[in-house]
C-alpha cells in the first residue's frame, strides 16, 4: 500500500469532498497529485516556499529547473505575472484554459524557488475540471511539474504516479488516462521574438491563429541539438523520458516511405538476435509483423492517421517498455513533424539513446 491517499474521481464531476480534502491538504503545505488534460500534476501551494521546495525533493528535480505555476483564472494570473501585454492576456482569452504553458515576467513576490532563480515564471490555465476545480477550492496558484521521478516519462495514469512518487505524497486524485498523453505547450513571450520552448498539443499553426504572430521553433524544441547552446531554462539541458533500455530512434530524413521502410526493415534485421521491439504506428506495425512474424516484440502507439492517439499511448507504452523483462533494445519509428507531432518527435528525441537518420540515394 502506498502512503498517498489514492482517491478516485469522476473526470467530468469530481466530487465535492474529495476537491475539498486535496485543497485542505495543499492549504497546509501539503503534496497532491491531480490529473490535468496533458498529464498528471505534483501540485503544490505556489507561495509556499517549503512545499515547493519538496515538490524539487521528492521528485528528484534540479533545482535550477522551474516548474508551470498553474492558474484557474486570468485574474489569477496577475498574482504570479507581471507587466503581461494586452494583446498577451487577449491571446490568453482563447487559449484558456488549454494545454498551453507562457513564459512571461515574474512578480517578485512569487517565491524565487519556482522559478529556479529566473525573473521569468511559466504559467498556464489546465482544461481538466478536476484541475480548475482544485486550485478554485484552494484560491491560490499550484506550483505543478508533471508527478513524474525526473528524467522518467510524465504519468498519463494514476498509476504511474504511484509507482514513481506513491510513498512520497499525500494525496492522489485518480481521474483515469489524461487527454492528450504531452505535456503542453511551452512558449517564450518575454524574448524578443516569441519561441516554442516545449512542443505541445497545439501546433505552430495553431498559436500563430490565436497570438497573430510567428513563433520561432528553435532545434532544441525539436529535441535536435545538445543544449550546449544556452536554452532560456536552465532546466532544458536535462534529459528526459529516457527508459532504461537501449532505445534507437529511426529517423524518416530525406527519404520517401517506401526508402525509410525499407531502411527501418534494416535496422530490425541487424537486431534481430537480440530480439527488438518496434514501438511505432499501426501500420508500419501490421506491415512488418506480415514480414518477421512473431521475431520480436510489438508496441503499437496508434493510427499513423492520428496522431493525437499515437501522442496519448507514447508515455505509457515508454512505461512498459522498461518493465518488459525479454526485451533490451527497442527500435523506433519516426512520425511527420506537424502538429502534434512535433511534440512526438521531440518526446522520442530525448527518450532515445541512438538516433539513425535515412538518407534519400540521390538518382
Ligand atoms: O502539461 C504540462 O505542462 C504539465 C502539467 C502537469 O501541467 N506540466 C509539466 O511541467 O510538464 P514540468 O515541470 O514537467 O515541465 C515544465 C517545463 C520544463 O521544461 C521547464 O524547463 C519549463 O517548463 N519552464 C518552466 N519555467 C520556465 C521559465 N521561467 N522559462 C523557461 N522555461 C520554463
Ligand atoms: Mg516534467
Known sequence: MPKAKIVRVEPLNPSEEAIREAAEILKSGGLVAFPTETVYGLGAD????????????VKRRPLDNPLIVHVSSLDMLQQVASEVPERVVKALSIAWPGPLTVVVKRKSTLPEVVSGGLD????????????????????????????????????TRAEHVVEDLGDEIDMILDAGETFFGVESTVVDLVSPSPQILRPGPLGPEELEKIFGVKFGLPPYARGLSSYEERPPSPGMKYRHYAPSKKLVLVEKGSCDTTTYFEFLMKQLESYLKDFPALIATKETVDEV????????????????????????????????????????????????????????????????SERITCKQKQL
Do not use: C, Q, W
Open 120 to 155: 521569468t515564471v511559466a504559467v498556464r490555465s489546465p482544461a481538466h475540471p478536476v484541475a480548475l476545480k482544485l486550485i478554485e477550492a484552494v484560491g491560490r496558484p499550484l506550483a505543478a511539474p508533471s508527478a513524474n521521478i525526473a528524467g522518467r516519462p510524465s504519468p
Open 289 to 352: 509483423r506480415s514480414k518477421l512474424g512473431d521475431s520480436l516484440t510489438y508496441f503499437t502507439l496508434g493510427s499513423r492517421e492520428n496522431l493525437f492517439e499515437v501522442a496519448k499511448n507514447l508515455f505509457s507504452t515508454l512505461r512498459i517498455l522498461d518493465k518488459y523483462g525479454r526485451v533490451s533494445i527497442a527500435i523506433s519509428e519516426s512520425v511527420e513533424e506537424r502538429g502534434i507531432g512535433l511534440a512526438i518527435m521531440n518526446r522520442l528525441r530525448k527518450a532515445s
Open 46 to 57: 505556489a507561495f509556499n516556499p517549503e512545499a515547493v521546495l519538496k515538490v524539487f525533493k
